[in-house]
Nanobody
Framework: QVRLVESGGGLVQAGGSLALSCTTS????????MGWYRQAPGKQREMVAI???????NYADSVKGRFTISRDNAKNTVTLQMNSLKSEDTGDYYC???????????WGQGTQVTVSS
C-alpha cells in the first residue's frame, strides 16, 4: 500500500520561505507524476506544482518564479521550495502521486502553511 507523508509546513511571515517534503512508502510505478496541491479555506483544491518522473514540470501561474519543485526518483520523494511567500499562499498543502497508465491517485494527509502579512 502506498503511503505519502508531508512535512515542513508552518507559520511564516510574508516574504519568507518554507520547504515542504513528501516521503513515500510502498511500491510506486516508475513512470509517475508527483506534485503538490493546496486548498485555501473556502476554496477548491488547486494544483501548485507537479513533476513527472521524466523531469517535466508544471506550475500554477501564481507561484511561477517563487516555488521550485524537485524530486528524487530513487527514493520517490518530492520537495517544494517556497520563496517570497504571500498571504494568499496560505492553505493546506497536499502531496500527490499519480502512476501513469494505472488507475491510481495517492494523497497525503496534508500539511498546513500559514503566511502572515
Amino acid at each position: 500500500q502506498v503511503r505519502l507523508v508531508e512535512s515542513g509546513g508552518g507559520l511564516v511571515q510574508a516574504g519568507g520561505s518554507l520547504a515542504l517534503s513528501c516521503t513515500t512508502s510502498g511500491s510506486i510505478f516508475r513512470l509517475n507524476t508527483m506534485g503538490w496541491y493546496r486548498q485555501a479555506p473556502g476554496k477548491q483544491r488547486e494544483m501548485v506544482a507537479i513533476m513527472s518522473s521524466t523531469g517535466r514540470t508544471n506550475y500554477a501561474d501564481s507561484v511561477k518564479g517563487r516555488f521550485t519543485i524537485s524530486r528524487d526518483n530513487a527514493k520517490n520523494t518530492v520537495t517544494l521550495q517556497m520563496n517570497s511567500l504571500k498571504s494568499e499562499d496560505t492553505g493546506d498543502y497536499y502531496c500527490n502521486v499519480r502512476e501513469w497508465g494505472l488507475d491510481s491517485d495517492y494523497w497525503g494527509q496534508g500539511t498546513q502553511v500559514t503566511v502572515s502579512s
